[in-house]
């Protein structure tokens, strides 16, 4: 099979260059034909993905993130013929890698490949973007490009965290009137802390934060956390690991396949962890577009 890997030499804790080229020499060892481009700058992974399907590749692999993911698949989309991706996770939170359980290790993603079993997912498509995961919108969702990047580095996760803690008293007092109408009818309107569209369960690194969303349903499901206070907002976090926290009446939550997005304010906008622009934005389900390798 002849397989291109995209590679962002900076995810993982820099792990990427690394874990990228193990994985592509057992590819090679295992008689594929491999060929491999390393992300330097914003949009490479895009490019490079337009790029290798051009030339003949017969899966893609995208060796990174969440944020590279995003780019990848927004490369594939666009192609006339739909290639598969193969999600080899590397990066500090992994959603959507964590929902499907693809394997970590490279001898085990290596295997998965050679199985070649495949599952048709469903993309998102916010205005003229594609993203895999989530479209999330508001001062929360801006927490993660607050982090310092070589704390990410070296804390993870953990460096979400912090940050949250540190900008939550700061983000309780931001107000974020939004109004959210979907093609079922309903409409969502009011003062959010935060909103977001997913099309996996795990979100932020919770694993349960969509508990009824299915990566091939033709759906996509939004959360939304009303403005409220930090005790209360503690509750719904306590309740966010077992997906309980879509029961707290702080909690609204929706199915539907398009949204029209507007704010009475400047809200931002982040696409599977990377910023993209402003609101409004109507957000769709592309329905079985993605062929992807699982497990």
């Known amino acids: 099979m002849k397989i291109h890997l995209i590679i962002n030499p900076?995810?993982?804790k820099e792990?990427?260059?690394r874990s990228g080229t193990e994985l592509a020499d057992i590819l090679s060892a295992r008689g594929h034909i491999v060929s491999r481009s390393y992300t330097e700058k914003k949009g490479d992974g895009t490019a490079f993905a337009i790029d290798a399907g051009k030339r003949g590749a017969e899966l893609i692999v995208a060796c990174g993130g969440d944020g590279t993911v995003n780019e990848v698949v927004h490369g594939m989309a666009q192609a006339e013929e739909r290639l598969p991706i193969a999600i080899y996770a590397q990066g500090t939170v992994n959603d959507f890698a964590t929902q499907l359980q693809l394997p970590l290790e490279a001898e085990a993603f290596a295997d998965m490949i050679d199985r070649n079993k495949?599952?048709?997912l469903d993309v998102g498509r916010m205005n003229d973007r594609t993203f895999l995961n989530v479209a999330a919108f508001g001062a929360v969702?801006?927490?993660?490009?607050?982090?310092?990047?070589e704390a990410k580095t070296m804390l993870g996760r953990l460096a979400y965290v912090i940050e949250g803690i540190r900008t939550a008293p700061d983000l309780l007092n931001i107000p974020m009137p939004m109004r959210i109408t979907m093609?079922?009818?309903e409409v969502a309107e009011?003062?959010?802390?935060?909103?977001?569209i997913a099309n996996s369960r795990s979100v932020g690194g919770f694993s349960h934060f969509a508990p009824r969303a299915l990566v091939n349903d033709g759906l996509l499901d939004l959360i939304i956390i009303q403005r409220t206070d930090v005790v209360t907002l503690g509750q719904i976090l306590m309740r966010l690991r077992s997906g309980e926290h879509i029961e707290h009446e702080g909690i609204a939550?929706?199915?539907a396949s398009t949204f029209e997005v507007t704010a009475?304010?400047?809200t931002a906008i982040d696409l599977d962890g990377e910023e993209a622009g402003v609101l409004p934005a109507k957000v769709q389900v592309l329905p079985a577009h993605l062929p992807c390798i699982i497990p």
């Open 190 to 196: 009011g003062d959010f802390l935060f909103a977001g």
């Open 253 to 255: 939550y929706y199915q």
């Open 141 to 149: 969702s801006k927490i993660g490009h607050e982090v310092d990047v």
């Open 264 to 266: 009475e304010n400047e």
């Open 118 to 120: 495949r599952m048709v």
């Open 15 to 17: 792990s990427g260059a």
């Open 10 to 12: 900076s995810s993982g």
């Open 183 to 185: 093609d079922t009818g």
